[in-house]
């Protein structure tokens, strides 16, 4: 793996509670530039408690996320999107009034001025396969579509670090194998740092290159894809305890 | 590139509407009643078209006009009555007092995520609030009303005996606001609006302030707002608490939300339909039971969010959209090639 010494997002000690209840409790990561992570876990482990946390969404009761060098932990979103960090949502939240060009110019502001900004959404768009559908309102595109519109959203931010929240949910074997390719050409020919909340284990393990593991709020495992398959707590957590 | 662009079909359509405008005192000119209506439709269209910013664009429920108007009227009122200063220049700081209350209003409420209900509560406790401070506060307001000086004809006060030069001042001022909408409308900040209007946390992953955004909307529709309120005070000739209205802050965010939300053109549509409906049904049934007229306008509205939720002028487009289709089908059936089928 061809990784610098630096890492790109490192959170410390990091701890989110609503009210009393622990969603996510004294975790440490770091991933490093040009990386494609996976973070699984089962329903409730945390996982989108933890992307909220870490970008600014959620303040954490204690500890601290670290951004490029920069300690982001109490920044707004805003902030941190122009640090170059951005992230899709489980539930797709489409802007559903707005046409899906009008949607993905809302990110590629975050970057450019008026006279740049028309060249970034055309890029954008014809980089995820929009072009058909760039005039449509975002209500009736359907699902995968949708998906999609709310990757270039995020990507038109010109993030280096993406957070993608289950973003293949809901989509049938051929989509998700699109979705998949668009996942590797955006880490491999775009070099953009990719941390990715994943129910479809298929996805999961295809293009991982490191997973991390939580479970009622705790990191449980670290490791390649075999070695997290074959985890004693891994197992433990997904299907209980052996009889 | 750029000729095409002021020469477009949609300021082709705005040109024209402006002419007629124009032209509409010609005709009524000698009826004082409708030229009293005729402003009356602009002052609201000017205040429906401003709230369009923060309410149709960036989603936000206000109910603050009436507020915004009042700081106005009092400033530029206060102004004139007391140091004799011109409404010219009155009416601009009446905006930028209004700036004022909105920053020392919006700033708290967008730090800590007020919206919907709550912002829509906040903006009308506003109105009350300041009706109730004018009130007591006995050297510029209290409960007598004051009286703007009375001329014939003048510029300088601002003073007329015909409604005319308020309605000419009223279509330049719809103009103005037509056009920073769509300035608005085309730029970043448009974009934020209309996207934070949705979906405020997905706005701000994508790097827009949102803070920022909301009381920069807020900042321009309540210049807007106090400005007007100055002229406001000119056109009725005094100054009282009073003009402070929640009945105009529902009413203006009425025309915002049946004109279409965040269209630009939807205010003006709707303040031209509703305002003048309203204004004849008082004329043909206010005589016969107080009250009654209030109670059929009621049910036109409700027909509207029924049948036309998202808006009048997406009603107008559907219609548009029919007539072009047949003309079309007209042509093609004749042999004739026609360019409007794709659009």
């Known amino acids: 793996m061809n990784v610098e010494s630096q890492p790109l997002l490192r959170t410390s000690n990091l701890t989110v509670t609503f009210g009393r209840l622990v969603a996510v409790n004294d975790v440490s990561l770091e991933i490093y530039p040009g990386e494609l992570v996976g973070l699984i876990g089962p329903n409730g482990a945390g996982k989108t408690t933890l992307f909220n946390a870490i970008i600014g969404l959620n303040r954490p009761a204690s500890g601290a996320v670290f951004f490029k060098g920069v300690n982001v932990t109490n920044f707004l979103p805003h902030k941190i999107c122009r640090l170059g960090m951005s992230r899709t949502f489980q539930v797709t939240r489409a802007f559903v009034h707005m046409s899906v060009e009008d949607a993905v110019r809302v990110g590629a502001y975050n970057r450019c ?18 072009n058909d559908i760039r005039k449509r309102v975002s209500s009736d595109v359907g699902l995968a579509s949708l998906r999609r519109v709310e990757l270039a959203r995020a990507l038109a931010t010109d993030p280096d670090l993406l957070l993608l929240d289950e973003a293949g949910a809901g989509l049938n074997t051929t989509e998700l194998s699109a979705f998949m390719n668009l996942l590797t050409q955006l880490n491999q020919d775009r070099r953009i740092t990719l941390l990715v909340v994943e129910h479809v284990m298929r996805m999961v393990m295809g293009v991982c290159q490191r997973i991390f593991v939580l479970d009622a709020g705790s990191l449980i495992a670290t490791g390649n894809p075999e070695q997290v398959s074959s985890n004693e707590r891994v197992i433990e957590a997904y299907l209980g305890k052996r009889a | 590139m750029y000729l095409r662009r002021i020469f477009s079909i949609q300021n082709a359509a705005m040109l024209g509407v402006v002419i007629i405008a124009a032209l509409v005192p010609l005709q009524l000119g000698n009826n004082q009643y409708n030229m009293v209506l005729a402003t009356t439709v602009l002052l609201y269209a000017v205040l429906a078209s401003a709230w369009n910013i923060i309410g149709g664009m960036a989603g936000q429920l206000d109910l603050a006009v009436g507020a915004f108007v009042g700081v ?3 400033t530029s009122g206060t102004l004139l009555i007391r140091w004799d200063v011109t409404p010219w220049i009155g009416m601009p700081i009446g905006g930028l007092v209004a700036v004022g209350v909105a920053v020392l209003i919006g700033f708290p409420m967008f730090r800590f995520k007020i919206k919907e209900v709550w912002y829509a509560l906040v903006s009308i406790a506003l109105v009350e609030v300041m009706r109730v401070l004018f009130l007591m506060w006995g050297e510029v307001g209290g409960p007598t009303e004051r009286y703007l000086p009375i001329d014939t004809w003048s510029w300088y006060h601002l ?23 769509r300035w608005i409308r085309d730029t ?25 955004a909301k009381l920069k909307a807020l900042v321009i529709y309540a210049f807007i707002a106090g400005a007007v309120g100055g002229l406001y005070a000119n056109i009725y000739g005094f100054i009282h608490p009073t003009v402070f209205s929640t009945d105009m802050s529902v009413e203006v965010m009425i025309l915002g939300i049946v004109g279409g939300l965040g269209i630009t053109y939807g205010p003006v549509t709707a303040a031209i339909v509703l305002v003048i409906i309203r204004e004849y049904l008082r004329a043909k049934l206010g005589g016969e039971l107080a009250g009654l007229y209030l109670m059929v306008y009621a049910v036109v509205l409700i027909l509207v ?14 219609g548009w959209e029919r007539l072009k289709s047949y003309w079309g089908a007209r042509q093609r059936e004749r042999g004739i090639p026609t360019s409007i089928e794709n659009k």
Request: hydrophobic share 50%; charged share 25%; aromatic share 12%.
């Open chain 1, 113 to 130: 001025n008026e006279r740049n900004v028309r060249d970034k959404v055309d890029e954008v768009i014809a980089f995820c396969e929009l």
């Open chain 2, 72 to 74: 106005g009227a009092f």
């Open chain 2, 159 to 181: 003073r007329f005996n015909t409604y005319m030069p308020y309605y000419y001042i009223l279509l330049v001022m719809l103009v103005i606001v037509l056009l920073v909408n």
């Open chain 2, 188 to 212: 970043k900040l448009g974009y934020s609006l209309l996207a934070l209007g949705e979906d405020e946390d997905a706005v701000e992953v994508l790097g827009v302030d949102v803070r920022a």
């Open chain 2, 305 to 318: 969010a029924l049948y036309q939720p998202r808006g009048l002028v997406p009603l107008f487009n559907k």
